[in-house]
């Protein structure tokens, strides 16, 4: 972290810990007690440079160390940050995970995790842990697959053309079953069926040990109706209680707003979850049909959050980080940095032709870069641009070598973990909206890029993926698809 924004946050660090989440956590119910077993609380160090702009900056505090907010948060579905090891989880500075409760329930189970001394110790990463509730899950292996979509649309359709989500034609079987009760999932290990409701989410993440929770709900499909997705999130907010009353008194718990597209329900949940005693709030659920809904979505839930934590389950693009920053996000998890990477989509910078037309991304794998000696980023300081070409990585992706997973991984999270910090730095220092303007501004997207990129690096177009990325399988925009290859 640069200057001015480390600044703030060390004047702070020995400001009264009980910060602005636990006071506005005791006003919902007088709720006094507890902030202090769960050593967790968020403090906003600056907030809103302008008119429009809800864009803060935070510390989030936690029984393993703190985050520095905005941040984006690497999924370690499995309890691994796919492909990578805790040094370079350390080298890349990420300050937390998020893992995955379903997943972890089923392989190696959660109460062998416990009995090695819980998931801090069992994946050697000591920094805050987040896991999720095995809700989205509930989506993902049921509706996610039947219809199969994402959480926003079935993909992201053209804006400009217009569309409307549409199920894919590629349908696969629903491996859920949704009651009252709780959720059964049938294992795609197994084949055997399994259950969870609020009180068994509750327990397995209490056995992981992680040091924020999400209450269990159910995350619906952006192809579900009014009535569906009402019954749904009526459903969430009575697990939200369950969750509330079983959830081990040591963590911090996340209530999950759901409402799908409608405002009217959104409004509703945002108002239900908000009057429960949580320590954060998580925005989940689809988040419409394309990228413009999920802004409109947020902005229609945002304004009416205190000062608790917000997190925005699952999503993590470059341009959906200054969004949801801008909007008053405090923290995202998504699988995409390191999905992408393994498919061979790796990011860059505007200085390298980087934009929202090219997704800020190159296809590694293209035969335009069998013979380009450049690194993939000429501007990226991680360690893969500092040493190997895009040749080499073509070749290591040709020839199915292992250590390109790793390489490519290092490379996309570390884009995404630097362009965070500067986010950090420009909210700091009061130049957020400068900074977007210079990522996703009007003039920026291909023409501007295209002439910092020529004059800098005298290369001509076949820097750029005018194609987009081009990811393998019919589902290429996928942001949360089968979490099974997160
Ligand atoms: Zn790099």
Same mark, same amino acid.
């Given at each position: ?18 910060? &602005?989440s ?16 769960? @050593?967790?609380s ?22 393993h ?17 796919r492909?990578? &090891? ?40 000591? @920094? $805050?842990?987040? %896991? ?5 899950q ?40 949704? %009651? ?15 259950? /969870? ?24 499909s $952006? ?12 459903? %969430? ?11 081990d ?13 409608f405002?009217? /329900? ?7 979850? #908000? #009057?429960? $005693? ?17 802004h ?8 009416? /959050? ?12 470059? &341009?959906?980080l ?14 995409? $940095? ?38 993939? &980023? ?47 730095? #420009? ?24 002439e910092?990129?020529?004059?800098? /690096? ?11 990325c ?17």
């Amino acid at each position: 972290m640069t200057s001015r924004a480390s600044e703030i946050m060390e004047k702070t660090h020995l400001e009264d810990p009980l910060a &602005d989440s636990n006071k506005a956590r005791e006003s919902v119910d007088g709720i006094k007690d507890g902030a202090e077993a769960r @050593g967790f609380s968020f403090q906003v160090l600056k907030e809103g440079e302008s008119k429009g702009i809800r864009a803060r900056l935070g510390i989030l505090r936690t029984r393993h160390g703190i985050v520095e907010t905005p941040c984006f948060v690497p999924v370690a579905t499995l309890a691994s940050v796919r492909s990578l &090891d805790y040094s370079d989880l350390a080298s890349l500075g990420i300050q937390s995970v998020l893992a995955n409760t379903y997943h972890l329930h089923l392989r190696p189970g959660d109460e062998l995790i416990r009995k090695l001394g819980g998931l801090h110790k069992f994946m050697a990463f000591d @920094g $805050p842990i987040f %896991t999720d509730s095995g809700g989205f899950q509930a989506f993902s292996l049921g509706f996610g697959r039947e219809h199969n979509v994402s959480k926003i649309g079935g993909v992201f359709p053209d804006p400009d053309k217009g569309s409307s989500v549409k199920a894919h034609p590629l349908r696969r079987d629903n491996l859920t079953k949704i %009651t009252e009760e709780g959720v059964y999932f049938k294992s795609l290990q197994d084949g055997e069926w399994h259950f /969870l409701n609020p009180e068994t989410s509750m327990r397995i993440q209490s056995n992981l040990g992680s040091d924020a929770i999400m209450a269990f709900d159910e995350c619906t499909s $952006p192809l579900s109706d009014y009535d569906y997705t009402k019954e749904a999130m009526e459903r %969430t907010h009575r697990w939200a209680q369950q969750s509330l009353k079983f959830h081990d008194p040591k963590q911090a718990i996340y209530g999950i707003i759901q409402g799908g597209w409608f405002e009217d /329900l959104r409004a509703e949940s945002t108002e239900f979850t #908000s #009057s429960q $005693p949580f320590d954060g709030i998580a925005i989940g659920g689809s988040l419409g049909e394309n990228k413009q809904d999920m802004h409109k979505i947020l902005d229609w839930v945002i304004p009416k /959050l205190d000062s608790r934590p917000r997190h925005l389950l699952g999503i993590g693009d470059a &341009d959906d980080l200054f969004e949801g920053v801008e909007r008053g996000i405090d923290t995202f998890d998504c699988v995409s $940095p390191t999905r992408i990477a393994r498919r061979g989509s790796l990011y860059i910078t505007p200085l390298a032709g980087g934009c929202q037309k090219n997704k800020f991304r190159i296809d590694v794998k293209a035969l335009r870069f069998k013979e380009d000696p450049r690194p993939i &980023d000429p501007y990226c300081s991680c360690p893969t641009c500092q040493r190997y070409s895009r040749a080499y990585l073509w070749h290591l992706y040709h020839a199915k070598e292992l250590s390109y997973f790793r390489l490519a991984s290092i490379h996309n999270l570390h884009f995404m973990l630097r362009l965070m910090e500067s986010i950090r730095e #420009s909210i700091a220092q009061g130049t957020f909206r400068e900074l977007k303007e210079q990522w996703l501004g009007k003039a920026l997207p291909g023409e501007r890029s295209k002439e910092v990129s020529r004059e800098k /690096l005298g290369c001509d177009e076949s820097i750029y993926d005018e194609s987009g990325c081009n990811e393998s399988g019919s589902n290429g925009d996928r942001v949360c698809g089968d979490d099974l290859d997160a």
